[in-house]
């Protein structure tokens, strides 16, 4: 299966690198002679950055998680408020676009959940951040939890400017 919609690469991408199959390196070159191998370069590493936070924003959204079969929709989902969030892609391109995925990925039932989630996220952006400010520290800096403790036995004064710097 031959994917060309970008934004469904990149929830291919991020899925299989959640399951533990090869690196994002590896995955990305096999996409460089793309025409949008710069938006498909940022959007997994954007969403990988702040894979974290996004996730948690995410949950905020969702009635009930996403099954594991279904982690890429899961990861269009991420990919899909990490654009809203930090690209300067227009909003209605950015749902648009990434609910188009979704045909690639061949799960039609997934659009209107999409779409939703999407548009959610743009109404209930004062309520995401309000939840995210009120967060544990590995969320808000979107680092895993077991980095930030360890850091803390070591650098408990300079924790937030040591996790900050490293975004």
Not at 22 to 49: D, V
Not at 60 to 65: A, D, T
Not at 68 to 87: M, N, P
Not at 114 to 139: D, F, H, P, T, W
């Amino acid at each position: 299966m031959t994917l060309t919609n970008t934004r469904a690469i990149a929830a291919i991408i991020l899925s299989d690198m959640l399951k533990g199959n090869g690196s994002l390196t590896n995955h990305l070159s096999k996409h460089k002679t793309s025409k949008e191998y710069p938006l498909l370069q940022e959007i997994c590493f954007g969403s990988c950055r702040w894979f974290h936070l996004l996730e948690f924003e995410l949950s905020l959204l969702l009635q009930r998680p996403i099954k594991k079969k279904d982690s890429d929709i899961k990861c269009l989902l991420i990919i899909g408020i990490y654009q809203l969030k930090e690209l300067g892609v227009a909003d209605y391109a950015a749902i648009n676009e990434t609910v188009s995925a979704i045909d690639e990925l061949h799960k039609p039932w997934a659009k209107a959940l999409v779409n939703a989630v999407l548009r959610n996220y743009q109404r209930q952006s004062e309520m995401i951040k309000a939840s995210v400010a009120k967060a544990g520290l590995s969320i808000r800096m979107s680092h895993p939890k077991w980095i930030v403790e360890k850091l803390a036995a070591q650098q408990t004064d300079d924790l937030e400017t040591i996790l900050s710097n490293n975004n």
